[in-house]
């Protein structure tokens, strides 16, 4: 496409969910070493954990993948108690909504409900229904107002930050979720 198509790397943006956020993290890794061009975004919604948690970045997706990469964790922890999704921070802005566990829509932990919500958590992001979210959640936060003044759009209209970030809020149960 490269070659025939006179559309720069850096105008193409690979979204993809579980095991898909780590295709695109292929495809950002193999342009870079094939082409030595860099992929404009990658969106990873709720990068699969099981198999990649524990591995290094050159088998997962990362920040070093694309020139931004962006990811909404809604079911990280440990593959060990059952987790699907990656648990830290993988990309430029990480978005953990409801802290990135459990997802209020599903019942208890639900394991693949919360995983399958961040698909669902971006569609309406493209819909113009973000979320904007703020650096620390207010479990964590000494003082909200320094939290509330680096804010993010969890979604289609996030932003590479100057710096990485966490970023963390609450959605509702279904769409629209903010």
């Not at 790397?9 to 095991?19: K, Q």
């Not at 060990?80 to 997802?103: C, E, K, R, T, W």
Request: charged share 20%.
């Amino acid at each position: 496409m490269l070659s025939q198509l006179p559309i720069p790397s850096s105008s193409f943006h690979c979204v993809g969910h579980s095991l898909g956020a780590h295709v695109c993290s292929y495809a950002g890794k193999y342009l870079q070493s094939e082409f030595s061009e860099t992929l404009g975004r990658i969106t990873g919604m709720d990068p699969a954990g099981p198999a990649f948690q524990k591995t290094s970045k050159a088998v997962r997706l990362d920040a070093s993948d694309a020139s931004f990469v962006d990811v909404i964790h809604t079911n990280g922890g440990d593959e060990d108690d059952g987790f699907l999704g990656m648990s830290f921070s993988i990309g430029h802005a990480d978005f953990y909504p409801n802290g990135g566990v459990s997802q209020p829509a599903c019942w208890d932990i639900n394991f693949i409900c919360s995983h399958g919500e961040a698909p669902w958590m971006f569609v309406d992001s493209i819909r113009g229904n973000g979320c904007e979210f703020n650096t620390c959640d207010e479990h964590s936060a000494d003082r909200l107002d320094s939290c509330r003044l680096n804010k993010n759009s969890m979604g289609w209209k996030a932003t590479k930050p100057t710096i990485k970030h966490d970023y963390f809020g609450t959605t509702g149960k279904e769409a629209p979720y903010c």
